[in-house]
């Protein structure tokens, strides 16, 4: 007759469940690494600040306030934007881009600068990424969001709401409606 005590059979229990058992770094772990690998590749890939093509303006990427990467000029942009402009301006000159997320601003300060703005053509600057942004305002396909064809003539219809003596008539309007 063999005797086994109960804490031998403890002991070899822990032993095969020890063997088993993954390693410290198990593959959740690995995944979870994996991941985050993948997410930040991501973030850095569609995130990260452009330069543009070799006739875009120069872009300002130096932070004060953060040096974390990915995060660029945001955290300052938002807590100082003067600032940050105007320190772009000093370094740069008239024509700047800084670089927010997915978006790039491009400043023209001065009239010099501003010049091309106002004589460009449409295939020379485009309304259609300056305005994305406005189709929760006007709607889906009307003004902005429409085509340039469509856009002309949506524009031919309001600019009657938009001459200088009709413009002059909403001062009162506007005036009443922010006090």
Same mark, same amino acid.
């Given at each position: 007759?063999?005797?086994?005590?109960?804490?031998?059979?403890?002991? @070899?229990?822990? %032993? =095969?469940?020890?063997?088993?058992?993954?390693?410290? %770094?198990?593959? #959740?772990?690995?995944?979870?690494?994996?991941?985050? %690998? %993948? +997410?930040?590749?991501?973030?850095?890939?569609?995130?990260?600040?452009?330069?543009?093509?070799?006739?875009?303006?120069?872009?300002?990427?130096?932070?004060?306030?953060?040096?974390?990467? +990915?995060? #660029?000029? =945001?955290?300052?942009?938002?807590? #100082?934007?003067?600032?940050?402009?105007?320190?772009?301006?000093?370094?740069?000159?008239?024509?700047?881009?800084?670089?927010?997320?997915?978006?790039?601003?491009?400043?023209?300060?001065?009239?010099?600068? @501003?010049?091309? +703005?106002?004589?460009?053509?449409?295939?020379?600057?485009?309304?259609?990424?300056?305005?994305? +942004?406005? @189709?929760?305002?006007?709607?889906?396909?009307?003004?902005?969001?429409?085509?340039?064809?469509?856009?002309?003539?949506?524009? @031919?219809?309001?600019?009657?709401?938009?001459?200088?003596?009709?413009?002059?008539?909403?001062?009162?309007?506007?005036?009443?409606?922010?006090?």
């Amino acid at each position: 007759r063999h005797h086994v005590s109960t804490r031998g059979l403890l002991s @070899q229990k822990k %032993i =095969i469940e020890m063997e088993e058992a993954p390693s410290s %770094i198990g593959n #959740g772990t690995v995944i979870a690494a994996a991941v985050a %690998i %993948i +997410f930040a590749g991501l973030w850095y890939a569609l995130l990260r600040p452009r330069t543009g093509g070799k006739d875009a303006p120069p872009c300002y990427t130096k932070a004060r306030e953060s040096k974390l990467p +990915f995060v #660029g000029v =945001i955290a300052e942009f938002i807590t #100082g934007p003067n600032e940050l402009l105007t320190r772009a301006y000093r370094e740069l000159g008239s024509v700047f881009t800084i670089p927010l997320l997915h978006k790039r601003l491009t400043y023209l300060v001065g009239p010099e600068a @501003q010049k091309v +703005f106002f004589t460009a053509s449409d295939d020379v600057l485009s309304q259609d990424e300056c305005y994305d +942004f406005m @189709q929760c305002v006007f709607g889906k396909h009307v003004v902005y969001d429409a085509t340039k064809k469509n856009r002309q003539v949506q524009f @031919q219809t309001m600019a009657n709401g938009l001459r200088m003596s009709r413009m002059k008539t909403y001062v009162g309007k506007v005036q009443f409606e922010t006090e």
